[in-house]
């Protein structure tokens, strides 16, 4: 169980483009989602934290008109990076915390992340 | 926010051995104390995990102890095997991770 799927798993497009990644939580709801940058033989860098029928929550220095969070249902947040530029390539991962953890103290569960390469 | 220190970055250890990785963090409330083991091009995968109610978990070879004084939590890992090795990551309640600690264990 506590299976979290997005896609697409890799991507390449032009500068000046937009691009949008889904996660969704398949068998289970998710009020929380958290969306992270890795960039190579680096950590998981926290951008925001969606939640589900609200605004999300940016991390400092993370730009929200660039990255784009919409989390419409209890199972899907969606993460449009937009105008993308070279130095927004980069590894981006999603992870969903169940509904039922009212409270932090329960585990993320990972999406396989997304290989964006911008030209 | 949150800040979650992690070291060391990098830990070569020998077939057998222990492995000890140890994280800090800032905020006092934080009462929930994952471990995330990532392998290359892969999705991190918890491991452990603890809650401030507790002191220690251990679960085969791997055990998490936790001081709430002092606000370090750390990864024991014993009789460490080559396939081990991976990236280690801690992380704080809310979602916010250590810098990470790549363990080469070798045969």
């Known amino acids: 169980g506590a299976v979290v799927s997005q896609h697409p798993s890799w991507v390449i497009c032009k500068s000046g483009t937009s691009v949008k990644i889904e996660c969704r939580s398949l068998d289970f709801q998710a009020t929380t989602m958290f969306w992270y940058r890795q960039f190579p033989k680096q950590s998981l860098m926290l951008m925001a934290t969606?939640?589900?029928?609200?605004?999300?929550?940016?991390e400092q220095g993370v730009e929200k008109d660039k990255f784009l969070i919409n989390h419409a249902s209890l199972t899907l947040s969606t993460l449009t990076v937009t105008s993308a530029h070279p130095e927004d390539s980069s590894f981006y991962i999603c992870s969903a915390r169940h509904r039922v953890a009212s409270t932090y103290n329960s585990p993320l569960h990972f999406g396989n992340g997304t290989r964006l390469t911008v030209t | 926010g949150e800040n979650v220190e992690q070291h060391p970055s990098t830990l070569s250890v020998q077939e057998g051995d222990s492995a000890v990785i140890k994280c800090t963090y800032s905020?006092?409330?934080?009462?929930?104390f994952p471990w995330y083991k990532q392998e290359l091009g892969k999705r991190p995968q918890l491991i452990i995990d603890?809650?401030?109610?507790?002191g220690e978990k251990k679960d085969q070879r791997i055990a998490v102890t936790l001081n709430k004084t002092a606000k370090h939590f750390s990864l024991h890992i014993t009789e460490t095997q080559p396939e081990d090795s991976a990236v280690y990551f801690c992380?704080?309640?809310?979602?916010?991770f250590g810098t990470g600690t790549r363990l080469l264990v070798s045969p």
């Open positions: 905020d006092s409330a934080s009462n929930y």
């Open positions: 969606s939640n589900e029928g609200s605004k999300a929550t940016y």
């Open positions: 603890i809650r401030s109610n507790v």
């Open positions: 992380a704080a309640w809310k979602g916010v």
